[in-house]
């Protein structure tokens, strides 16, 4: 990735010949473009660079890109299967050389700023593999349809990010006793370009922001991060809404309420306290509205993928992942006949905490004909995913009911 790529600058200034270069071909038809027009292939028409082709594309404005859950099957999610969820657009001007880190907010005893190379050194680098979820993954599922991306189950990743524990930061800033919250700000921009705008601007409870795992990281399974998934610096907080992961980051601010950046407001990100039928209309208030924290028990088949056909004899090998937020998974079952009879699954230990856990199983169908194989998760507290689509709420967030997948032995 080029280290100080200034998109607009770079438009102004090049000539032809350097924009072919870019390009990697010539313009045919250049001297019929009109002047200042921006080729789409610079147009943030990139998203895809380097993505599966597999990949589901939910709207280039902005970008959001799902994985179908087959695609999932990897124990670390490689860079071109993870899902994209951008707000708004990505920066225009990312420059790695002067890019910095600004800790303040009313809770730091005094704002201080980092230079890229001085949280590198500064500080111990930790690695962990993390789960972040779309607080909206699996939305489509709501009936009535709930607004925002109808996303299957492909809105989550879990990659090993490597970065520097936001604890030790904020122990080196000095931070005041009535610190309550942390809020991200990253440097894209809003989508009607107004600079005064936040895209997404989210936080935590200090509690989660100060756990081993909440880290600030500059690097994703070994490489820099890409572009769209937060270059050069990110905040990563596994097991709750990936919204609190802000991308682009260039400060954090210590606060002493609960953070009230853009996406914090309304009912974004937030559940009803009590259930809420389709229509109804509920005050947006902290009254009737909880902020999400913790995600909810989950799993996934990602192998094999829906409609498999296989042979009447053979025993199908399935395997998937499960995670639940804060928690651990501590049982794996799979059904082939509708959730009358349940067969406990191999289950391995997460990599870290807050790592999706891996599971496999064998399964023999007693004749030919259609199967389901369902797939259902349980965490520690005993929580287990619900075989139906979970209570409706107006953002349509956290469905987390088992997955199903269709099987044809003949
Ligand atoms: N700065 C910034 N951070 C952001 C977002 C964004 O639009 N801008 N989107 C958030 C949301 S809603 C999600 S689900 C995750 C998606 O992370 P990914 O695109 O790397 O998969 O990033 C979060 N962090
Ligand atoms: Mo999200």
């Keep these: 990735m080029n280290s100080a790529f200034d998109r607009r600058d770079f438009l102004k200034q090049s000539s032809m010949?350097?924009?072919?270069?870019?390009?990697?071909?010539?313009?045919?038809?250049?001297?019929?473009?009109?002047?200042?027009?921006?080729?789409?292939?610079?147009?943030?028409?990139?998203?895809?660079?380097?993505?599966?082709?597999?990949?589901?594309?939910?709207?280039?404005?902005?970008?959001?890109?799902?994985?179908?859950?087959?695609?999932?099957?990897?124990?670390?999610?490689?860079?071109?299967?993870?899902?994209?969820?951008?707000?708004?657009?990505?920066?225009?001007?990312?420059?790695?050389?002067?890019?910095?880190?600004?800790?303040?907010?009313?809770?730091?005893?005094?704002?201080?700023?980092?230079?890229?190379?001085?949280?590198?050194?500064?500080?111990?680098?930790?690695?962990?593999?993390?789960?972040?979820?779309?607080?909206?993954?699996?939305?489509?599922?709501?009936?009535?349809?709930?607004?925002?991306?109808?996303?299957?189950?492909?809105?989550?990743?879990?990659?090993?990010?490597?970065?520097?524990?936001l604890k030790d930061v904020l122990a080196d800033v000095g931070i005041k006793g009535d610190a309550v919250y942390i809020g991200y700000h990253g440097k894209d921009q809003h989508l009607s370009k107004d600079p005064k705008k936040e895209a997404i601007s989210r936080g935590v409870p200090m509690s989660k922001a100060l756990e081993d795992e909440t880290i600030i990281a500059w690097q994703l399974n070994g490489k820099d991060i890409p572009e769209f998934h937060g270059y050069p610096l990110r905040l990563v907080i596994g097991g709750w809404p990936a919204s609190v992961s802000g991308k682009w980051l260039s400060r954090i601010s210590v606060r002493n309420k609960v953070h009230d950046g853009a996406k914090m407001e309304g009912h974004s990100y937030k559940v009803p306290k009590s259930p809420v039928s389709p229509g109804e209309d509920v005050p947006q208030t902290d009254e009737y509205f909880k902020i999400i924290e913790s995600m909810p028990v989950k799993s996934l088949i990602t192998f094999p993928k829906s409609g498999a056909m296989i042979a009447s004899d053979a025993e199908l090998a399935l395997r998937g992942h499960a995670w639940a937020g804060d928690r651990a998974i501590k049982k794996m079952e799979v059904s082939i006949d509708f959730g009358a009879t349940w067969k406990d699954c191999k289950l391995e230990a997460p990599a870290n905490r807050l790592a999706w856990q891996h599971w496999s199983a064998k399964v023999k169908f007693p004749s030919k004909g259609y199967y389901e194989v369902w797939a259902k998760a349980t965490d520690d507290k005993g929580n287990a995913q619900p075989m139906v689509i979970p209570a409706w709420n107006p953002g349509g967030y956290l469905n987390n009911a088992c997955e199903r997948i269709a099987v044809k032995v003949g």
């Design 17 to 165: 010949v350097a924009l072919a270069a870019a390009m990697g071909t010539n313009i045919v038809f250049a001297s019929k473009m009109p002047k200042g027009y921006v080729p789409l292939l610079f147009d943030e028409k990139d998203a895809l660079k380097g993505k599966n082709l597999e990949m589901i594309v939910q709207g280039d404005k902005p970008w959001n890109v799902e994985s179908p859950v087959h695609l999932l099957d990897d124990r670390i999610t490689p860079v071109d299967k993870m899902f994209i969820r951008n707000n708004g657009l990505i920066p225009e001007t990312i420059d790695v050389a002067s890019w910095t880190l600004t800790i303040d907010g009313e809770s730091v005893k005094a704002p201080k700023t980092y230079t890229l190379a001085e949280l590198k050194k500064k500080f111990k680098p930790y690695t962990y593999q993390l789960v972040l979820e779309c607080g909206g993954n699996g939305r489509s599922g709501f009936q009535p349809q709930a607004s925002g991306n109808q996303w299957g189950q492909g809105a989550v990743h879990c990659a090993e990010w490597t970065g520097v524990r």
